[in-house]
């Protein structure tokens, strides 16, 4: 006999039913089944194991669909099952030149040995470095005639997991992550019987019966090492001993920048030997001066990216057009700016095999505490020589290129402007206050700015007024190009006036144009057509990249302005 009614499916109302049953059947009171009784506590043990039971079912659906997903792994997890490996974490890498230090002496042989993987730490942010030695071990003799050696250096440490081959066709091993720390995306290295093999992209790139292995993110966790089935890669002997060498790091936190009054300093924390074997601090024989600062650490894929690529990410991912280079460098999450494009359009047919990447490099990552979008100078938003050429090698270790194309990174072109704002504002509000709130939000908006094709003037008067006390606003761009194609244009002229003159710089609207490869910036050092000198930076007292003005006495606050107030809140957020 159905007891319960299809319309009456809740928890509440299946137990409702079952007191109704029980209580008829018996001829009981409802009042009886209390948790006090018998009968009220196991129904209402059995009330809460549906509830559990119902959430589980919930719970495991929702996280089977990659778009409503909760959890990181799941998300992670699906994608991988999709085909999308999802990038793991990549460690900072930088150099140092370490030498003797000219003072002591007193080592066994007169030298010093320092092994494989030792580990240094920087001063500055505490962290833990590995030096990356070609050899088991490097000799730096304790004399006049010993050279420098200068070393990659990456942030981490390097560990091991040995496993035992069973002989078995694609065999495949799971090297899971520690405490939640991140492997690296490059650094995995395989030892079969101690002999290292090569490690493939996929499959289908490993010759017949050769040594090599793949590794992907792991399903559930770490990562996942797979070896070939002797058509494509070599399968490991049955009883052969594997080690995995993986790099542990923790990604972009790991970057760390010199400045000319704060240089990085090293120490090591390994301990080195002399040539007969005893141990030695390293640190009494050898300084360590830094040569390139470690960067391009990067964090793991964001949840929200691989939502988004993953159903769009083919099993033969390659770098085919400039989207998918664009997706690769967003990956890495060091550039605020990114624009990937090629030249078929045009008539020149020399570079349609060309793919040409714009960057500019994420200034929030290492901003100072004392600085803001209008004080970091402007050599920080292009890139280095080295840090082109770090790309450059990403890019090809990636796998993904297609032997035909050429990168090229373009270097930025800079154009400068300066923002002059006039506003008014209410009473009991601090100017001063103020305009540095607007400041602040400003600086906020061009140090995440994403935008390729123009600054709207638009988003300057919304940011502004979203400031409290602010009654009304103008904001007005002016260009340097502007500026200076207006003068030769009076100087030229021969005529009362200046004949018209159409900016490409700045539209109709008073919207700042960004041009393909053009840096637009906030910044002075040049003059107008009215002779008004601009700092580079906001000097106090003088102009600079943003001049903020308050125009007339502050407005009264009364009832209908914060009735009006009121009412433009409630329209925006209809």
Known sequence: MNIYKKNNILISGLLTSTYSFISKTYSQSKNLFTVASAWGQITFVFQNISQLILYFIEDSITELNIEQATRDYSVRSLARISGYDPKRSSASQGEVVVSWNSSNTEAGGGSVIIRRNTQIRNQQNGQMYTLVIPSDTVTIPLSSQSQPQTFKVVQGLFASSNFTSNGASLLSFNVPSINGQNIDQFYVDVYVNEERWRRYDSFYDIPLNAKGFIVKSGIANGIDVYFGNSFFGQIPKSGSNI????????????????????????????????????????????????????????????????????????????????????????????????????????????????????????????????????????????????????????IEDSGSMIATTVVQIVDPIVKKFVMNIDM???????????????????????????????????????????????????????????????????????????????????????????????????????????????????????????????????????????????????????
């Open 243 to 394: 080690r995995v060498e993986s790099l542990t790091n923790i990604g972009i936190k790991g970057n760390v920048y010199s400045t000319p009054n704060n240089p990085l300093t090293w120490k090591f924390s390994d301990s080195g030997t002399d040539l007969y074997g005893a141990s030695l601090d390293l640190n009494l024989y050898l300084n360590i001066v830094n040569s390139l600062d470690p960067d391009f650490g990067t964090d793991p894929d964001a949840t929200s990216l691989i939502r988004i690529v993953a159903p769009k990410t083919s099993r033969a991912f390659v770098f085919a057009n400039a989207q998918s280079y664009e997706i690769f460098l967003n990956k890495l999450a060091i550039f605020s700016q990114i624009q990937a494009y090629s030249t078929f359009d045009d008539e020149n047919l020399d570079d349609d095999n060309v793919v040409y990447i714009y960057l500019v490099p994420d200034i929030t990552l290492n901003i100072a505490s004392n600085q803001d979008y209008f004080s970091v100078p402007i050599q920080n938003f292009i890139l280095t020589a080295s840090q082109k050429a770090r790309i450059m090698n990403l």
């Open 424 to 574: 008014t504002t209410f009473v009991g509000f601090d100017p001063n206050t103020i305009k540095q709130q607007i400041r602040n939000k400003i600086s906020d908006y061009m140090l995440n700015l994403k935008r390729r094709d123009k600054i709207p003037r638009s988003d300057m008067v919304a940011i502004i007024e979203s400031v409290s006390g602010v009654d009304s606003v103008y904001v007005e761009f002016l260009s340097e190009d502007d500026q200076n194609g207006l003068r030769n244009l009076q100087d030229t002229s021969s005529t009362d006036g200046i004949v018209s003159y159409k900016s490409s710089s700045i539209d109709t609207f008073g919207d700042i144009i960004i041009g393909m490869n053009q840096l637009v910036i906030f910044r002075g050092g040049w003059a107008d057509l009215a002779g008004n000198q601009y700092t580079v930076s906001p000097v106090i007292g003088s102009l600079g990249p943003i001049n903020i003005t308050v125009q007339g006495l502050p407005v009264p606050v009364n009832f209908n302005s914060q009735l009006n107030t009121t009412t433009r809140q409630s329209v925006i957020n209809k």
